[in-house]
């Protein structure tokens, strides 16, 4: 057998690469099992005390950060299904075997203690992360402080323009630090130039991560690569804890920073309070440090309240989902939310769901003589919407929903887009599941789903008072 294969009960040979076309990612990490698995793999390879700042990191670095990790979950969740006779992996996963389903597999690979499972490529986004929080220390040592003098009892954490959605109100009265957006430059800009145009108090910030540690981490490697990545982050928000001092409310969406524990557990225990609000329907960082969490729905609340029990939870009020009726005098329509090019994030299995909609969705509406739309996002380029409509026939471009929504009863199409909470007051929303991908996982089971095989019938009968 070839290295990174497994050979099934019945002879075959599956190619451990392509297992991403056979499993969802996203389905993957929403079972409890990968979060077991993470910890175990703490457990294994590491000697961090659970209850430092340290293993929290570790732990929200290998539950987001892993490759290695989600490869092996994704054998794990495909084993559930298929029976697995061997496994030749990079890894000998010997002491991984509990973990799967399938009795008396052989595996095979490289057994090390000093085994790293961070992604190496974490060393390219740190060196970004160092040089443009830098950049804005810089630029916060010569102006920023003068804008503290605005004295505020409130300041807001902020990158890009969600933000502002989120917190409208509090943008009016509060200082707005914002930070370096690196993955997407343009995008930070606009918003920097945005908020210094319509509000008094916005300050360019930087996290005053350390070069000697970024140094430590390119020479490092395995175990101490991660250990070294862990105290590159941990400290960098140690010291920026200091920045706070004159605040007393802090206003933030962090949740996915794997480090943001360490600065808001220094804060909480100086007395402030401090909130965050999701900017989406993510499950990321299991340990988090908050006072409040506002939430889109109950799924999102218990991944976090798994680690994090002490957090007041609650409901954002703007996305609880109120269920509309349709209008006999309007139209149908069919709406799909596309979700862009789903295999830059290794999301190879959601790639080939929403490929195989959008033919389904296409035929179905040409049957059913219903308009096909298909909703961007506004993060996709004009190019892209172009080479959308070339690759699929008779799609009809949905520039304004509203606009929309006035003469057509709409039925969005969704695999697992956030934008479900808001399109839901203009239509009702269909989700796609498979024996494999569930989206009840993210946004719960009082959302409507439908199979492949029950499409059609589940349309049409929306439709019925037409």
Known sequence: ???????????????????????????????????DLCEFAA????????????????????????????????????NKFNEIEKINFDIDLTDFSHFFTSKGIV??????????????????????????????????????????????????????????????????????LIYPFFLNPLRGLRYIRHCFKNYKHPVLVGIPYSFIDLIRIIFSKGVAFDEALI????????????LFQDFNIIYTSDEYMVNSHVLHSILKQQ?????????????????????????????????????????????LKEYIIDKITYSPDKKPAIVFIDHGNLERFNLFYESKLQHETILILIDICEKLNYPFFTKFSLQTSL????????KYRNTLVCNNIEMLSLENNILFVNLFSTAYYDFSKYGEVLFIETDIFK?????????????????????SKKFLIN
Not at 52 to 73: C, M, Q, V
Request: proline share 1%; hydrophobic share 35%; with cysteine.
């Open 271 to 315: 007395f402030k309070k401090v909130i965050n609000k999701a900017h989406g329907i993510g499950f990321y960082s299991p340990y988090v440090d908050y006072d409040e969490m506002h939430m889109y729905n109950e799924n999102q609340i218990n991944h976090y309240r798994n680690k994090n029990k002490s957090i007041s939870y609650y409901i």
């Open 231 to 242: 105290e590159f982050e941990n400290m960098a928000m140690v010291r920026h804890a200091s």
């Open 107 to 176: 595996f095979s690979g490289k057994t090390s203690p000093n085994q790293q499972w961070i992604n190496k490529t974490e060393l390219v986004y740190s060196i970004l992360k160092w040089a443009a929080n830098k950049l804005f220390s810089i630029i916060y040592f010569f102006s920023g402080k003068q804008a503290e003098k605005n004295k505020s009892n409130t300041v807001i954490r902020s990158w890009v323009d969600d933000a502002e959605k989120i917190y409208k109100d509090e943008f009016e009265t509060s200082i707005i």
């Open 1 to 35: 057998m070839k290295r990174n294969t497994i050979k099934l009960s019945d002879g075959n040979i599956i190619e451990i690469n392509e297992l991403g076309k056979n499993s969802s990612l996203k389905t993957v990490i929403l079972q409890k099992s990968f979060l």
């Open 383 to 390: 190019a892209g919407i172009e080479t959308f409509i070339k």
């Open 43 to 78: 457990f294994k390879y590491y000697t961090f005390n659970k209850d430092s700042e340290g293993y929290k990191t570790l732990i929200n670095l290998l539950f987001l950060k892993s490759n290695k990790l989600r490869t092996l979950g994704s054998i794990i969740e495909f």
């Open 439 to 459: 989206p009840a996982l993210m946004f719960g089971n009082k959302i409507e789903c439908s199979t492949f095989e029950n499409l059609e019938y589940n349309i």
